[in-house]
């Protein structure tokens, strides 16, 4: 089971910031957070990951609480394209054994309207 | 600097038939994960495989469904005597295998049978 809850579905006006929560409350210590997103049945996109600090990528930015149960993932100036299921998933480090596979729950419907 | 390379891109096969789907990592990857995505349903992971091994294939339907990646060529997903249950989009991702492993994804092969 997912070890993560995010709402259903979400709406953004084009132009505007998209703001997609992330609850992970029983992540531990060494777990990474990571968002990938997935445009209408093309493959899952990588969008960011994080640890304890909030990180700033080309695509978004990933705000991480201080106790680190949740997260936040942010889409400075959402358009159209952006519309897809937004994924955050909780995962340790890889250390080459069976925990590396990433656990998919349903994810976020974002609709950026035009 | 190519990504994950899957093919074929789609793929029909009778029932009874066999399917193989054929996965390239990406230039440096020498750890492919695959995933299979029911209709209407999220991404589910099947197996774990570095070169010449299966890491961990926990997700694998007990019969019919195998998976290798060689020491050359590609990482193959092969299912025998298909069933209409068996139809989805199965996408395949590889990582460097370093600590702070991020799995890329391809674009999927979606597999229908008659």
């Known amino acids: 089971d997912a070890k993560t809850t995010q709402p259903t579905s979400m709406d953004c006006a084009e132009g505007r910031a998209a703001n997609l929560p992330c609850n992970h409350s029983?992540?531990?210590?060494?777990?990474?957070v990571y968002w990938y997103r997935q445009i209408h049945s093309q493959g899952p996109q990588y969008i960011i990951h994080?640890?304890?600090n909030n990180e700033t990528n080309e695509m978004a930015s990933l705000i991480i609480t201080e106790d680190r149960k949740s997260s936040t993932l942010i889409l400075p100036h959402a358009t159209l394209r952006d519309t897809a299921v937004y994924y955050c998933i909780v995962r340790p480090p890889n250390r080459g054994g069976a925990t590396n596979k990433l656990i998919f729950g349903t994810g976020t419907l974002l609709a950026v309207q035009p | 600097n190519a990504g994950v390379m899957q093919n074929p891109r789609h793929l029909v096969r009778r029932r009874g038939q066999e399917a193989r789907l054929r996965c390239s990592p990406m230039k440096g990857h020498s750890h492919v994960y695959w995933y299979r995505q029911l209709p209407e349903e999220g991404l589910k992971f099947m197996v774990y495989?570095?070169?010449?091994?299966?890491?961990?294939e926990s997700g694998m339907p007990k019969e019919r469904f195998s998976a290798e990646f060689p020491k050359e060529g590609p990482s193959i997903l092969r299912i025998q005597q298909v069933v209409r249950g068996d139809s989805a989009a199965y996408f395949c991702?590889?990582?460097?295998?370093?600590?702070?492993?991020?799995?890329?994804f391809g674009p999927g092969t979606r597999l229908t049978v008659l």
């Open positions: 495989l570095q070169k010449e091994n299966i890491i961990d």
């Open positions: 994080g640890l304890k």
């Open positions: 991702a590889s990582s460097p295998g370093t600590a702070r492993d991020t799995q890329y």
């Open positions: 029983t992540i531990s210590g060494n777990e990474y």
